[in-house]
């Protein structure tokens, strides 16, 4: 019988039962299963699926190449890859190859690809290692409450990446938003009385979002944007009742800054406090309040400003930052030329 070397490459953030049919007929019909340690995950969920694999452990590509060729020449053999997609070893199967006079028939086979979102694993897999026994000191020191400031820091940073322009910048400053929320996650599973972890966060928000996009996953309608956002207001506002009443609250009482973070910047609070308003079916030109005359006629000066905004499409926080910015970029080119 021909011999044969199937070098069995995947992602190892998919379970074996999710292999190609190919990949598990090759594993099935083979003499011998390969890798390259105990620690591998592809090759421990190929072990755990009940196939026997044989580890050829400290081999570098040349001797690794050397070895593999030499089990396949007379027997049909899977390499199962390592999670570092074993540098080196097709190069040197490739040279090997060459310098036999018959040599085995060697194939690469993919077994599985990554899924959408698949990375996230491998984050969430680095956190739980620095917050564990044996990670990183200052990582497992951390709180809900210490890690506040970086939530808030690395948000305008995202928002000034948007700003920029700069795609590489966005990812990156995304990156480490993203990081925040796997950070709290993470933090959140220690709690004594009320664990959660990022599961737990994931669910809440995809729960979230189908029950507020009925237009899309039941049988509302909502044909466009302003009608999904009269939908989410209405759906957010029977959401507050029910939880008021579960809490034993007046239901269908609340005024118009409930919800809004008092941390949020002014002019974002305002928007809010306008979009809720105009959801309502009220005219934002009706928002007035009582105060001292010269303060309350800049603040309902600035309000119609935020108004004004708003009814052009435009945010009035982007547009007083897009202004500051300009001011900056002009003043830095006086500079420059003076």
């Known amino acids: 019988m021909a011999g044969r070397l199937a070098l069995l490459v995947g992602t190892p953030r998919i379970a074996p039962g ?16 390969l890798a390259r340690d105990t620690s591998e995950p592809l090759a421990q969920a190929v072990a755990e699926a009940g196939v026997p694999v044989e580890h050829l452990v400290g081999l570098e ?28 070893l097709t190069d040197a199967v490739a040279s090997e190859v060459s310098r036999l006079g018959e040599p085995p ?22 956190m739980d290692r620095l917050r564990s026994p044996g990670g990183c000191p200052w990582d497992a020191e951390q709180t809900h409450e210490s890690l506040v400031k970086y939530l808030l820091e690395e948000s305008y940073e995202a928002v000034e990446a948007i700003e920029s322009g700069d ?29 959660f972890d990022i599961d737990d966060v994931a669910a809440e928000i995809v729960a979230k979002l189908v029950r507020r996009h009925p237009h899309v996953f039941a049988d509302g309608e909502a044909s466009t944007a302003a009608e999904v956002e009269q939908a989410w207001e209405r759906i957010k506002a029977e959401e507050r009742a029910t939880k008021q009443s579960h809490h034993g609250g007046e239901a269908g009482h609340e005024d118009l800054m409930h919800g809004i973070p008092t941390a949020l910047p002014s002019l974002l609070a305002a928007e809010k406090v306008v979009a809720r308003w105009e959801r309502a079916g009220r005219d934002p030109r009706e ?42 970029e002009a003043q830095a080119q006086q500079t420059r030329r003076s």
């Open 18 to 33: 999710l292999f190609t049919r190919a990949a598990w007929h090759a594993l099935d019909s083979a003499a011998q299963v």
């Open 61 to 88: 590509p040349a001797a690794l190449a050397r070895t593999l060729l030499e089990r396949a020449q007379d027997d049909q053999v899977v390499w199962v890859a390592s999670a570092d997609a074993d540098p080196g």
């Open 105 to 126: 028939e060697v194939e690469v086979l993919v077994a599985s690809w990554d899924v959408p979102g698949s990375r996230l694993l491998d984050l969430v897999a680095v």
């Open 167 to 195: 795609r590489g910048h966005l990812r990156e400053e995304l990156g480490d938003v993203l990081l925040q929320v796997a950070f709290q996650s993470r933090v959140a599973q220690d709690h004594p009385q009320e664990p």
């Open 287 to 328: 928002l007035t309040g009582d105060g001292p005359g010269e303060e309350h006629e800049l603040g309902t000066a600035m309000l119609d400003l935020v108004v004004r905004a708003r009814a052009g499409g435009r945010s009035a926080e982007q547009v007083l930052r897009s202004t500051l910015r300009r001011l900056t």
